[in-house]
């Protein structure tokens, strides 16, 4: 069983907090087994789904749990998208310093002190 479900989800911008809309685009490849020992035989690429001999198989519980699969872990405004989180990351950017940038100076000095 293969397919596709496009969505758009509304979600938070985890960089700037506010709304953003994703577009979840979720193709599957499923193959349909009895039996947990059949999921080895499975051609690559067909992820197992279970189903049990005349079991019913609910298609939109199927398709949900795509879509959530393929959630993004993070969302974010897109790059062409205003994101007031952008500027954080520019200006933090700027400022970052690195944690041991003195370390050798340091030990410079304490090498000179022996
Ligand atoms: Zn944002």
Redesign the pocket.
């Known amino acids: 069983m293969e397919g596709r479900a496009v969505v758009e989800v509304d979600m938070t911008?985890?960089?700037?907090?506010?709304a953003?809309t994703v577009r979840i685009d979720a193709e599957f490849r499923l193959g349909l087994v009895e039996a947990e020992q059949s999921m080895v035989g499975l051609p690559d690429g067909l992820d197992p789904l279970l189903v049990r001999r005349y079991d019913t198989c609910s298609l939109a519980r199927l398709i949900e749990d795509e879509l959530i699969l393929a959630l993004p872990i993070v969302p974010?405004?897109d790059e062409t998208?205003?994101?007031?989180?952008?500027k954080f990351i520019a200006d933090g950017a700027t400022r970052t310093r690195r944690a041991f940038s003195g370390l050798g100076a340091l030990w410079a000095r304490a090498k000179d002190q022996e």
């Open positions: 911008c985890q960089r700037c907090l506010e953003v974010k405004h998208e205003a994101c007031a989180g952008k």
